[in-house]
């Protein structure tokens, strides 16, 4: 194989053309196989030389992929994957991991103080996605159990104090209900959300009742009147969670 052109490329890389063919090579390639001083190549070596160039080319993939943000292994494996085999890839990790570019401790370390400070997401969901990202449970349960319960209650105050400041259309019955179930998605324990929503202090439930009341009468009694409008609007109202006596009480006003 006649090697008939190096161009200089704007990275640390040049494109030979190697019989016709074009090659992007790394300088490290060049210089460990002397290919300057060659005119020819065989298969043989053409095939060792595009091996090696590949191991350079994961590695320096992932050193440009870390240095936006820490990555751990599996994130490495998914960013490499399509583009090289499994064993380039085992290659490229253990050099990593040699020149100390994937640090477990340190990636878990960082990985919470984010999620603790600048996230909104409870401890559930942080161990969640750090499972996602290649962790073993017994890897993070010390480090997640370690955070004072006051920053998890604190964050749930936040999200609860916005929930009822932000509520327009539902009971205090309803409301609860909701944060319950929007805060256990969030990653947040039970007994947690529980012991805030018990020392919140909630809207008055009538005045959003008397417009929940307003919008159904006026929404209903395009269809019904008198006592069967009545009923509608009452069993209508129930269903958002207001209580049946305070329902009647409106009514009756």
């Keep these: ?94 050099r990593l991991k040699e020149n100390g570019y994937l640090n477990k401790e340190l990636y878990l370390k960082c990985y919470l103080d984010d999620q603790v400070n600048l996230s909104s997401i409870g401890p559930n969901k942080i161990k969640d996605n750090l499972i996602k990202l290649g962790f073993k449970e017994e890897e993070i349960k010390d480090k997640i159990d370690s955070i004072s319960d006051d920053v998890w209650l604190n964050k749930i105050r936040k999200n609860v104090k916005k929930m009822i400041n932000n509520n327009r259309t539902l009971s205090s019955n309803k409301l609860k209900e909701k944060i319950l179930y929007n805060l256990s998605l969030m990653g947040f324990y039970k007994w947690m959300i529980e012991e805030v929503i018990n020392e919140s202090e909630f809207k008055n439930t009538d005045n959003i009742l008397k417009k929940e009341y307003e919008k159904a009468r006026i929404k209903l009694s395009k269809k019904y009147e008198g006592y069967e409008l009545e009923n509608k609007i009452l069993a209508k109202l129930v269903a958002k969670g207001f209580y049946y006596e305070d329902v009647k009480r409106i009514l009756n006003k």
């Design 1 to 94: 194989m006649e090697i008939l052109k190096y161009t200089k490329l704007k990275d640390n890389r040049y494109e030979v053309l190697i019989d016709g063919i074009k090659v992007k090579l790394y300088d490290d390639v060049i210089v460990k196989y002397e290919l300057l001083r060659m005119k020819e190549i065989d298969d043989e070596l053409f095939a060792e030389i595009t091996k090696y160039n590949d191991k350079l080319d994961a590695y320096y993939k992932s050193l440009k992929y870390i240095t936006k943000k820490l990555r751990t292994e599996k994130e490495i494996e998914e960013y490499l994957k399509k583009d090289y085999t499994k064993k380039t890839i085992d290659e490229t990790i253990d």
